[in-house]
């Protein structure tokens, strides 16, 4: 298999593209090819731990990986840090719907499925290329990512990792956990500014030339841990494929059968992941993409136009979501227009320098036929966290919220009844001043800062909160830099100095 650029750049393999993370003329790498999982091969996961069915799908998606390093780095990533035995469990939550829950890692949010085992991937990789510099991760955070990166890097030998977050636009919890951060290869700064801020100064330090050249200087290469990295994209493809296996084993499907994923999404990462389990053979039925008040990708599938240049930037209780500029779309225009390198690179400078771009009816009669879209305000996920806490004692967080009302919505709208998914991004307690408002109203959270809501939470549900969350108001600030959105590489410079 051999990895494009969705620019039209010259052709890597899938080591050589998770060591680079993006590629040399700006775009992402994607599969020129995709492996094809027959409905027998899919049944035999059934059967199957979490571990064997990555080894299964991660196996075609990179054949340059031996068996052994793969299953090697897959015990390394869900062996252990996980607090259940099944990693991605399914839980029901209605008559026609499951939660696949992907929090149950060390970090409590989805980014653990992918960064858990990405440092794995990526050190393969540099040997794998005669890779002798340290390789220095450079990450962009809504919340969830920084977190998990600095977890999945901590002390890995030859790497370091330095995240960057919006100063204003994290949990509190969010915010503790990376500043709290041990190890001697991390750095944490928050950016003045909010996500979309961030994640362009990051792009940028990937094609400043000067700034490459300091870092080689200093014996160090950049990659990314952003989705951008296929590394980080293709561990997300696996939990599609698990969550079809247990439907199978607990009979909800037969072999064949269609599901639909309804996914709460910013970066269109995750719902990314599902479109390629489909292309590798999965049978999913519609990609239903979740929005909060900052709907530009509900806009885009239903019209075709991407537009940010008047668009309002909601901060909101779902901070993860609260994004404008959804990198991983890229992966998705260069496949529906078919592979067209330039037409893609077209389409992103019209974004950069206009702020808008359109695409053809034909593209978006392409894009309609596999997705669906619609987004809910802050308000509806109050009230969908209340309704499926009472009528289906199910305790859920404001991003998965936010996939449950408006997969509840396209239901109501299109009468379709196949049996849906909804991508469980976090744990309640990850957002737990805002779960528990949901739950018993402004009064409850009165007087009481982010943690002593979770353990009010805990009581008045009888749902455990978790010990790492417990903690975190008692560990110590490790990190507290703070930087304007324009002096990024300045900021990377001087953390580095400071911590060589």
Same mark, same amino acid.
């Given at each position: 298999?051999?990895?494009?650029?969705?620019?039209?750049?010259?052709?890597?393999?899938?080591?050589?593209?998770?060591?680079?993370?993006?590629?040399?003329?700006?775009?992402?790498?994607?599969?020129?090819?995709?492996?094809?999982?027959?409905?027998?091969?899919?049944?035999?996961?059934?059967?199957?731990?979490?571990?064997?069915?990555?080894?299964?799908?991660?196996?075609?998606?990179?054949?340059?990986?031996? &068996?052994?390093?793969?299953?090697?780095?897959?015990?390394?990533?869900?062996?252990?840090?996980?607090?259940?035995?099944?990693?991605?469990?399914?839980?029901?939550?209605?008559?026609?719907?499951?939660?696949?829950?992907?929090?149950?890692?060390?970090?409590?949010?989805?980014?653990?499925?992918?960064?858990?085992?990405?440092?794995?991937?990526?050190?393969?990789?540099?040997?794998?290329?005669?890779?002798?510099?340290?390789?220095?991760?450079?990450?962009?955070?809504?919340?969830? &990512?920084?977190?998990?990166?600095?977890?999945?890097?901590?002390?890995?030998?030859?790497?370091?990792?330095?995240?960057?977050?919006?100063?204003?636009?994290?949990?509190?919890?969010?915010?503790?956990?990376?500043?709290?951060?041990?190890?001697?290869?991390?750095?944490?700064?928050?950016?003045?500014?909010?996500?979309?801020?961030?994640?362009?100064?990051?792009?940028?330090?990937?094609?400043?030339?000067?700034?490459?050249?300091?870092?080689?200087?200093?014996?160090?290469?950049?990659?990314?841990?952003?989705?951008?990295?296929?590394?980080?994209?293709?561990p997300q493809i696996v939990y599609y494929f698990s969550a079809y296996?247990?439907?199978?084993?607990?009979?909800?499907?037969?072999?064949?059968?269609?599901?639909?994923?309804?996914?709460?999404?910013?970066?269109?990462?995750?719902?990314?992941?599902?479109?390629?389990?489909?292309?590798?053979?999965?049978?999913?039925?519609?990609?239903?993409?979740?929005?909060?008040?900052?709907?530009?990708?509900?806009?885009?599938?239903?019209?075709?136009?991407?537009?940010?240049?008047?668009?309002?930037?909601?901060?909101?209780?779902?901070?993860?979501?609260?994004?404008?500029?959804?990198?991983?779309?890229?992966?998705?225009?260069?496949?529906?227009?078919?592979?067209?390198?330039?037409?893609?690179?077209?389409?992103?400078?019209?974004?950069?320098?206009?702020?808008?771009?359109?695409?053809?009816?034909?593209?978006?009669?392409?894009?309609?036929?596999?997705?669906?879209?619609?987004?809910?305000?802050?308000?509806?996920?109050?009230?969908?966290?209340?309704?499926?806490?009472?009528?289906?004692?199910?305790?859920?967080?404001?991003?998965?919220?936010?996939?449950?009302?408006?997969?509840?919505?396209?239901?109501?709208?299109?009468?379709?009844?196949?049996?849906?998914?909804?991508?469980?991004?976090?744990?309640?307690?990850?957002?737990?001043?805002?779960?528990?408002?949901?739950?018993?109203?402004?009064?409850?959270?009165?007087?009481?800062?982010?943690?002593?809501?979770?353990?009010?939470?805990?009581?008045?549900?009888?749902?455990?909160?978790?010990?790492?969350?417990?903690?975190?108001?008692?560990?110590?600030?490790?990190?507290?830099?703070?930087?304007?959105?324009?002096?990024?590489?300045?900021?990377?410079?001087?953390?580095?100095?400071?911590?060589?």
């Amino acid at each position: 298999m051999r990895m494009l650029s969705t620019r039209g750049g010259a052709a890597v393999s899938p080591s050589g593209a998770i060591l680079r993370g993006l590629a040399p003329d700006g775009g992402l790498y994607v599969p020129g090819t995709f492996p094809a999982f027959t409905l027998e091969e899919i049944a035999e996961l059934a059967d199957k731990r979490y571990e064997e069915r990555a080894l299964t799908v991660l196996s075609r998606f990179l054949p340059d990986f031996e &068996t052994d390093e793969l299953r090697r780095a897959i015990a390394g990533a869900y062996g252990t840090g996980f607090d259940c035995e099944a990693v991605a469990p399914l839980s029901r939550v209605g008559a026609r719907a499951y939660a696949l829950e992907l929090w149950h890692g060390p970090t409590l949010a989805f980014k653990d499925m992918a960064l858990q085992l990405l440092p794995h991937l990526l050190t393969l990789s540099g040997r794998k290329h005669g890779e002798t510099r340290e390789i220095f991760i450079l990450v962009a955070t809504s919340g969830d &990512t920084g977190k998990a990166a600095l977890e999945g890097f901590l002390d890995v030998p030859g790497t370091r990792c330095c995240v960057f977050y919006p100063e204003d636009g994290v949990s509190q919890a969010q915010r503790l956990q990376m500043v709290t951060t041990g190890g001697n290869n991390t750095h944490v700064i928050a950016v003045r500014g909010n996500f979309d801020d961030a994640q362009t100064g990051v792009k940028r330090m990937f094609s400043d030339a000067a700034f490459a050249r300091k870092m080689d200087e200093q014996g160090r290469v950049l990659s990314s841990a952003n989705s951008i990295n296929f590394g980080r994209l293709v561990p997300q493809i696996v939990y599609y494929f698990s969550a079809y296996a247990d439907l199978l084993k607990q009979g909800a499907v037969k072999p064949g059968d269609a599901v639909n994923f309804c996914v709460p999404t910013g970066n269109f990462g995750d719902i990314l992941a599902a479109d390629y389990a489909k292309k590798a053979g999965l049978p999913v039925g519609k990609l239903i993409c979740a929005s909060n008040e900052n709907n530009v990708l509900t806009d885009f599938i239903r019209t075709g136009v991407y537009d940010i240049r008047s668009r309002a930037f909601y901060k909101t209780i779902s901070p993860s979501m609260d994004i404008l500029i959804s990198s991983n779309l890229e992966r998705l225009l260069f496949d529906l227009g078919g592979c067209d390198g330039e037409k893609t690179a077209a389409l992103m400078e019209a974004l950069k320098t206009r702020g808008c771009y359109a695409i053809g009816e034909d593209m978006l009669e392409r894009l309609r036929a596999r997705y669906a879209a619609g987004y809910v305000d802050q308000d509806g996920v109050r009230a969908e966290i209340e309704r499926t806490w009472k009528e289906d004692g199910y305790l859920m967080d404001t991003h998965t919220a936010v996939a449950s009302a408006v997969l509840r919505a396209y239901q109501r709208e299109t009468g379709d009844r196949t049996l849906s998914v909804i991508v469980s991004t976090a744990s309640p307690y990850k957002f737990g001043a805002s779960v528990l408002e949901a739950v018993a109203g402004k009064a409850a959270c009165e007087g009481r800062d982010d943690f002593a809501c979770c353990e009010a939470l805990s009581a008045l549900t009888g749902t455990r909160e978790p010990d790492s969350i417990r903690r975190l108001p008692s560990l110590p600030v490790r990190h507290g830099a703070v930087c304007e959105k324009d002096q990024m590489p300045e900021a990377v410079l001087e953390a580095v100095a400071g911590k060589p």
